[in-house]
């Protein structure tokens, strides 16, 4: 523990030095700009600026990127909350009740827990990264193809056990997602399926323009023709801090919301979105008010907006411990490390121990950094309701059509946003939630992998996933889930969720 | 028909399109040990009818499809224009004409706000996200045919 301090120490004596101070706040500030605006995530945003880090010295480098990496994580839920268009894909969850939250007069609310809540995750996952960096790895390690599949196969099971409504439905809509997901070129033959020529449909649907369009362009599509369209809101100072009443909602979100987002963000897939979809499903069943989820909850503001944060700091676990990226943007910081001539691994702490424990300290200075930075900006931000609806919804149709071409320089993706648009409003009026899509398109491309790579692994075997011991304990699980929803419906035909259905249904007519 | 009943005919009718589009593009199905690239999209189309047919089977006592609200159709069907100009003259307009073109539609056409209002309200976001993105953040932005 003493060598911990220490190291620490020598951490702060670098992150604390002006310049790495300077660019820390840099890419704080520019990855909250990314993460406001809808379509440039943390990826783009990182992908971008790569090329400007050449010319720095490697800690510099990695500083300002991770801080654009934490501070898109801050900023995609301001635009998620105040006009339902997630900035960055993990931010989807975040759509259903800070929207929800803004339009009672809470957008101030929503958006101090989800700035609060962001720093307490990604304080204490920093924490857990430097004490638990190495095991944790070694444990990520033994994650092989079965693992990931039977981890992912539960994910949807608890999100489609979770939702409101019918599990059926929610399965229904994972299935479409899945489905969705499954376009683009096979990555284990090179066929292309279902892409009708089209070239760009070859990387298959984005992520981001199918959330863009399934949730800000349909709710556009939903109200704005409606004969009573959303009102002006006009914050009052007073309201733009949380209640303690909205603090204490928030507590216990923020604790489960850091450490699931913290195991999750190590195994490799998208961690950060799985986080989010997870932590919010975690969150609707500990409730003892699960109604109050989709009407603006405070707990499913705090919880998926901590996950998501903390799966961040776990994603660099195996990236600096191992030198294996747990995704697409560990993916590019590791080359950023690379260009820079480190090589990342059970190497580098010993050999560069001034980068790696700087890097971990710029990002407790990153946090309280984003943290002063957002805080002030909330009664700013939330002005934004001010505005008319029949101008403010134009220029949001705007914003997505913008940052949904920005990420790929592709028309393809803005007219995929707007199908998803139409998709999302039918789908809202026929009383089907569309998060499940969301996540299937996400998860589809990693489940058919890891299916092909384990039946490969076992010569063609599905025993594999019980000769594993973690693939049968998830997959175990996931089943138990399915059984008790059935079980449920057989013994009372109508479950909380069926019941709350009705309720909403009842209260809407 | 309930909502119910109409939704799940239609997500069993989507499955049998997934199902029937998969045996016409002959993407090969391979087998239960060594999937092809069509098992998984033709298991999960086969699992999106079997969801379809049980939410058309089991949803029959909901709320009628007839009574759904659809009063603000006119209004969508404008933002859905309005979009897919956008879409389709992205590239061709340049992104700035586009935007302006597209906002005016919106705010002075189909909100009816006053003209003054809506030109510098069109004008200001069209620029003004242009120099937000294209000239600072980076980000390259279509141009039209006379570099605008």
Same mark, same amino acid.
């Given at each position: 523990?003493?060598?911990?301090?220490?190291?620490?120490?020598?951490?702060?004596?670098?992150?604390?030095?002006?310049?790495?101070?300077?660019?820390?706040?840099?890419?704080?500030?520019?990855?909250?700009?990314?993460?406001?605006?809808?379509?440039?995530?943390?990826?783009?945003?990182? %992908?971008?600026?790569?090329?400007?880090?050449?010319?720095?010295?490697?800690?510099?480098?990695?500083?300002?990127?991770?801080?654009?990496?934490?501070?898109?994580?801050?900023?995609?839920?301001?635009?998620?909350?105040? +006009?339902?268009?997630?900035?960055?894909?993990? %931010?989807?969850?975040?759509?259903?009740?800070?929207?929800?939250?803004?339009?009672?007069?809470?957008?101030?609310?929503?958006?101090?827990?989800?700035?609060?809540?962001?720093?307490?995750?990604?304080?204490?996952?920093?924490?857990?990264?430097?004490?638990?960096?190495?095991?944790?790895?070694?444990?990520?390690?033994?994650?092989?193809?079965?693992?990931?599949?039977?981890?992912?196969?539960?994910?949807?099971?608890?999100?489609? &056990?979770?939702?409101?409504?019918?599990?059926?439905?929610?399965?229904?809509?994972?299935?479409?997602?899945?489905?969705?997901?499954?376009?683009?070129?096979?990555?284990?033959?090179?066929?292309?399926?279902?892409?009708?020529?089209?070239?760009?449909?070859?990387?298959?649907?984005?992520?981001?323009?199918?959330?863009?369009?399934?949730?800000?362009?349909?709710?556009?599509?939903?109200?704005?023709?409606?004969?009573?369209?959303?009102?002006?809101?006009?914050?009052?100072?007073?309201?733009?801090?949380?209640?303690?009443?909205?603090?204490?909602?928030?507590?216990?979100?923020?604790?489960?919301?850091?450490?699931?987002?913290?195991?999750?963000?190590?195994?490799?897939?998208?961690?950060?979105?799985?986080?989010?979809?997870?932590?919010?499903?975690?969150?609707?069943?500990?409730?003892?008010?699960?109604?109050?989820?989709?009407?603006?909850?405070?707990?499913?503001?705090?919880?998926?907006?901590?996950?998501?944060?903390?799966?961040?700091?776990?994603?660099?676990?195996?990236?600096?411990?191992?030198?294996?990226?747990?995704?697409?943007?560990?993916?590019?910081?590791?080359?950023?490390?690379?260009?820079?001539?480190?090589?990342?691994?059970?190497?580098?702490?010993?050999?560069?121990?001034?980068?790696?424990?700087?890097?971990?300290?710029?990002?407790?200075?990153?946090?309280?950094?984003?943290?002063?930075?957002?805080?002030?900006?909330?009664?700013?931000?939330?002005?934004?309701?001010?505005?008319?609806?029949?101008?403010? &919804?134009?220029?949001?149709?705007?914003?997505?059509?913008?940052?949904?071409?920005?990420?790929?320089?592709?028309?393809?993706?803005?007219?995929?946003?707007?199908?998803?648009?139409?998709?999302?409003?039918?789908?809202?009026?026929?009383?089907?939630?569309?998060?499940?899509?969301?996540?299937?398109?996400?998860?589809?491309?990693?489940?058919?992998?890891?299916?092909?790579?384990?039946?490969? +692994?076992?010569?063609?075997?599905?025993?594999?996933?019980?000769?594993?011991?973690?693939?049968?304990?998830?997959?175990?699980?996931?089943?138990?889930?399915?059984?008790?929803?059935?079980?449920?419906?057989?013994?009372?035909?109508?479950?909380?969720?069926?019941?709350?259905?009705?309720?909403?249904?009842?209260?809407?007519? | 028909?309930?909502?119910?009943?109409?939704?799940?005919?239609?997500?069993?009718?989507?499955?049998?399109?997934?199902?029937?589009?998969?045996?016409?593009?002959?993407?090969?199905?391979?087998?239960?040990?060594?999937?092809?690239?069509?098992?998984?999209?033709?298991?999960?189309?086969?699992?999106?009818?079997?969801?379809?047919?049980?939410?058309?089977?089991?949803?029959?006592?909901?709320?009628?499809?007839?009574?759904?609200?659809?009063?603000?159709?006119?209004?969508?069907?404008?933002?859905?224009?309005?979009?897919?100009?956008?879409?389709?003259?992205?590239?061709?307009?340049?992104?700035?004409?586009?935007?302006?073109?597209?906002?005016?539609?919106?705010?002075?056409?189909?909100?009816?706000?006053?003209?003054?209002?809506?030109?510098?309200?069109?004008?200001?976001?069209?620029?003004?996200?242009?120099?937000?993105?294209?000239?600072?953040?980076?980000?390259?932005?279509?141009?039209?045919?006379?570099?605008?």
């Amino acid at each position: 523990m003493l060598d911990v301090l220490s190291n620490l120490a020598l951490g702060f004596s670098v992150a604390l030095s002006p310049p790495v101070l300077f660019y820390a706040f840099i890419g704080c500030v520019i990855g909250t700009l990314v993460g406001v605006l809808p379509g440039v995530g943390p990826l783009a945003g990182i %992908s971008l600026l790569l090329p400007a880090t050449f010319g720095m010295d490697a800690t510099r480098a990695i500083v300002m990127l991770a801080g654009i990496y934490y501070g898109a994580m801050y900023g995609g839920s301001t635009t998620s909350i105040l +006009m339902r268009i997630p900035g960055e894909a993990a %931010s989807v969850m975040t759509c259903i009740d800070g929207y929800a939250m803004a339009r009672k007069g809470r957008a101030g609310a929503a958006l101090a827990i989800a700035a609060v809540g962001s720093y307490v995750a990604g304080t204490a996952s920093v924490i857990g990264l430097m004490v638990m960096a190495p095991p944790l790895a070694r444990i990520a390690l033994r994650f092989g193809p079965p693992e990931q599949l039977a981890l992912l196969l539960l994910g949807l099971l608890v999100l489609a &056990y979770m939702s409101s409504g019918s599990m059926l439905k929610a399965l229904a809509m994972a299935a479409l997602g899945l489905l969705l997901g499954t376009i683009g070129i096979d990555q284990m033959t090179g066929y292309m399926r279902y892409a009708y020529g089209v070239v760009e449909l070859g990387d298959g649907l984005g992520v981001v323009p199918v959330a863009v369009g399934l949730f800000g362009v349909a709710e556009i599509l939903a109200t704005a023709g409606a004969p009573t369209p959303p009102a002006v809101i006009k914050p009052k100072l007073s309201e733009l801090l949380p209640s303690r009443e909205e603090w204490r909602q928030a507590a216990w979100p923020i604790g489960r919301g850091t450490v699931l987002g913290f195991v999750i963000g190590i195994l490799p897939g998208s961690a950060h979105i799985i986080a989010s979809f997870v932590s919010y499903a975690v969150e609707k069943r500990v409730s003892r008010r699960p109604q109050e989820f989709g009407h603006g909850a405070v707990a499913g503001v705090a919880g998926p907006e901590s996950a998501n944060n903390s799966a961040t700091s776990g994603a660099f676990v195996p990236m600096l411990a191992l030198g294996v990226p747990s995704g697409p943007i560990p993916a590019v910081m590791l080359a950023a490390l690379m260009v820079h001539g480190v090589a990342p691994g059970p190497l580098l702490i010993g050999n560069q121990p001034a980068l790696f424990w700087g890097f971990i300290a710029s990002m407790y200075v990153g946090n309280v950094m984003l943290l002063i930075l957002n805080l002030p900006l909330v009664g700013l931000f939330v002005n934004i309701l001010r505005v008319p609806y029949p101008y403010l &919804y134009p220029a949001v149709l705007i914003f997505s059509i913008l940052g949904v071409y920005a990420v790929n320089a592709s028309v393809v993706d803005v007219w995929i946003m707007l199908v998803m648009g139409v998709l999302g409003y039918v789908l809202r009026k026929l009383d089907f939630e569309t998060a499940p899509i969301v996540l299937g398109v996400v998860l589809a491309p990693l489940i058919e992998l890891s299916l092909r790579q384990s039946l490969a +692994m076992s010569d063609g075997r599905y025993t594999i996933f019980i000769e594993h011991r973690i693939a049968a304990a998830l997959l175990a699980f996931g089943l138990a889930l399915v059984l008790l929803n059935l079980y449920t419906f057989a013994r009372r035909g109508l479950d909380w969720r069926a019941r709350m259905a009705l309720a909403e249904k009842g209260d809407s007519s | 028909m309930s909502v119910d009943r109409v939704s799940g005919i239609g997500l069993a009718a989507l499955a049998l399109l997934v199902l029937e589009e998969t045996w016409r593009q002959r993407l090969p199905l391979g087998s239960v040990a060594t999937p092809g690239p069509a098992y998984l999209p033709g298991l999960l189309a086969l699992l999106l009818l079997g969801a379809g047919v049980a939410v058309a089977a089991l949803g029959g006592g909901g709320p009628r499809a007839a009574s759904l609200d659809w009063r603000e159709w006119r209004h969508s069907v404008a933002i859905f224009v309005a979009c897919a100009f956008g879409a389709f003259a992205l590239e061709r307009l340049g992104y700035r004409l586009t935007v302006f073109a597209a906002l005016t539609f919106l705010v002075g056409g189909v909100e009816r706000k006053p003209i003054a209002a809506t030109v510098v309200f069109a004008a200001a976001l069209a620029l003004g996200t242009f120099w937000l993105f294209d000239t600072l953040l980076r980000v390259p932005l279509p141009r039209g045919p006379f570099g605008f």
